[in-house]
Nanobody, 120 residues
Framework: QVQVVESGGGLVQPGGSLRLSCTAA????????LRWFRQAPGTEREYVAA????????GYADSVKGRFTISRDDAKNTANLHMNSVKPDDTAVYFC?????????????WGRGTQVTVSS
């Protein structure tokens, strides 16, 4: 079954840290770039971070640059989002997206999301 599943969300205090994971199955993981998006209540889904197929390049939204780090482990078919110095504005449902760069398979695979709540 083609899928990505997010995990690691929860309640964290402002200034704290959290690690989100995205575990893929059913497709050739190394052929896909990985991206994280988030959506807060009443807002549109927004881009957070991305990592290339080979892991050589990463990108971040200005709002998280310097605080979040994206990584991937192709041996485990997993991508992670390390969130540091979190703020209440980081509260959202976080979604993992796998976007095909080469080969065959679905163009985009989306997860169902994991809730992150930043509150004291």
């Amino acid at each position: 079954q083609v899928q990505v599943v997010e995990s690691g969300g929860g309640l964290v205090q402002p200034g704290g840290s959290l690690r989100l994971s995205c575990t893929a199955a059913g497709f050739t993981f190394r052929s896909y770039a990985l991206r994280w998006f988030r959506q807060a209540p009443g807002t549109e889904r927004e881009y957070v971070a991305a990592i290339t197929r080979d892991g050589s390049t990463t990108g971040y939204a200005d709002s998280v640059k310097g605080r979040f780090t994206i990584s991937r482990d192709d041996a485990k078919n997993t991508a992670n989002l390390h969130m540091n110095s979190v703020k209440p504005d980081d509260t959202a449902v976080y979604f993992c997206n796998a976007h095909r760069i080469s080969g065959s398979g679905p163009l985009d695979v989306w997860g169902r999301g994991t809730q992150v709540t930043v509150s004291s």
